[in-house]
């Protein structure tokens, strides 16, 4: 029996058992905190920006003025994607999910900047670059595909956000709306070891590119029970459609022990920082835009779940409010978990960094329950 097989007992999910060392966030799920690099995420989502962030988080230290204009016209540069990756993505089927065009979109450009040097700081640098700079745009770039549009290419006198937006309509989104987006993906670029992050980590620890690190995280996000839940939050909003259906709408789900999407976290057992910092944000965009029925509907069902289930520790998590944000930003459902991923590669690249410094292969064991020994039947006795 090895050291870890003597201290280690199997944990469904790996519940509570630490895979790593890391320095770039940290979570207290009982007092509801989360710290980037050690600067908490309100301060981040107040004064940050969300490339000033991943600046952080990746190279670990904020930039100055300098280092931040370096990074931005370097990510600005490098936005555009190869006409012949957008030629392999007009190939994938419109009805695809977009994640899906991502995923593929994102391992693809493995192909084009395959020379892997990851003990050289320029190779790391760049690759962080690219993919920073092009998975906006070829999310942007299926969504067009996908309605029958050509893509719309990145505007260069727009900044990471406003440009995103920009990409999905062709106009410059007002200054609160491109503020409001940048701040969601601040809250959403890192969360320690999460389920993605993990997928991630195991994929870096084979030394193989960064696209196919990014490439399986976003595979790993695509989940409902992950990054796709932020989705089946409005699709939820929309079956209980009235405020007198919450309640029998939350009964049935206790009852069928179903779960209910939004609502809890293996680390949360209290209502996510992000969620209220994210409902803040959806009641500054209705404030300006005016009401929305599902809203109302959401603020009524975390009241009753709270009720109903606060004993348990199931409070709203970071897709509760995300959802609501972004219908109320006019963007479609579809690329809300996209949009998520967009966030997520700048925490993702900050621990494939941090693991290459440190790298072991992954290789877990398991418990053994089948047979031993056990007799080949021939074909014609089975
Ligand atoms: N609705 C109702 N009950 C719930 C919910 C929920 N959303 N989440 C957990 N519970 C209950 C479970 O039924 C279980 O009850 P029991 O002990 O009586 O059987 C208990 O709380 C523990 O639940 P688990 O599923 O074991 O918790 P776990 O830590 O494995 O799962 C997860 C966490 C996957 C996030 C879960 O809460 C869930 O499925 N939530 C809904 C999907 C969702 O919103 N996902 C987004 C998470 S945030 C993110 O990934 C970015």
Redesign the pocket.
């Known amino acids: 029996m090895t050291a870890a097989t003597k201290i280690c007992e199997y944990q469904p999910?790996l519940?509570g058992i630490p895979a790593t060392k890391s320095s770039i966030s940290y979570v207290d799920g009982t007092k509801g905190i989360i710290e980037y690099r050690g600067i908490p995420l309100e301060q981040l989502a107040k004064k940050s920006s969300f490339l000033e962030t991943a600046y952080l988080l990746i190279w670990g230290q904020l930039p100055n003025e300098t280092q931040l204009e370096e990074f931005a016209t370097e990510v600005r540069f490098h936005r555009r994607i190869k006409y012949r990756i957008r030629d392999m993505m007009k190939c994938f089927p419109e009805t695809g999910h977009p994640m899906d065009a991502l995923q593929t979109s994102a391992a693809a450009l493995g192909l084009f900047y395959s020379r892997r040097a990851l003990d050289d700081p320029e190779y790391i640098r760049k690759a962080v670059v690219r993919l920073i700079a092009k998975i906006p745009t070829m999310v942007a770039a299926f969504h067009q595909m996908h309605l029958g549009h050509d893509p719309i290419q990145p505007h260069d006198s727009l900044d990471y956000a406003a440009n995103f937006l920009y990409m999905l309509t062709e106009k410059r989104p007002h200054a609160l709306e491109a503020k409001i987006f940048d701040v969601c993906l601040t809250l959403h670029a890192e969360?320690t070891i999460?389920?993605s992050t993990f997928s991630a980590m195991v994929t870096a620890s084979t030394l193989t590119d960064p696209y196919a690190v990014v490439a399986s995280a976003v595979g790993t996000l695509a989940g409902?029970?992950?990054?796709?839940?932020?989705e089946?939050?409005l699709s939820m909003l929309e079956e209980i459609g009235l405020i007198d259906n919450v309640l029998p709408y939350v009964e049935e789900?206790?009852a069928h022990?179903?779960?209910?999407?939004?609502?809890?976290?293996?680390v949360y057992k209290v209502k996510?920082p992000r969620a209220k910092i994210l409902q803040e944000l959806a009641q500054q965009l209705l404030n300006e835009k005016g009401c929305d029925k599902y809203y109302d509907l959401a603020l009524e069902l975390e009241k009753v779940?709270e009720d109903k289930?606060g004993v348990?520790?199931?409070y709203p998590?970071?897709?509760?409010y995300s959802g609501l944000v972004y219908r109320k930003l006019g963007i479609p459902r579809k690329l809300f978990t996209p949009i998520?991923a967009i966030a997520r590669v700048a925490g993702w690249l900050a621990h494939w960094k941090e693991q290459l410094a440190v790298n072991r292969i992954f290789r877990p064991t398991q418990v053994y329950t089948g047979e031993h020994n056990a007799p080949y039947i021939p074909m014609a006795e089975r």
Do not use: Q, S, W, Y
């Open positions: 999910g519940e969360h999460n389920t409902p029970l992950h990054g796709g839940a932020n089946e939050v789900c206790i022990k179903k779960k209910i999407m939004g609502f809890g976290h293996r996510d779940v289930l348990k520790g199931i998590n970071v897709d509760f998520f």
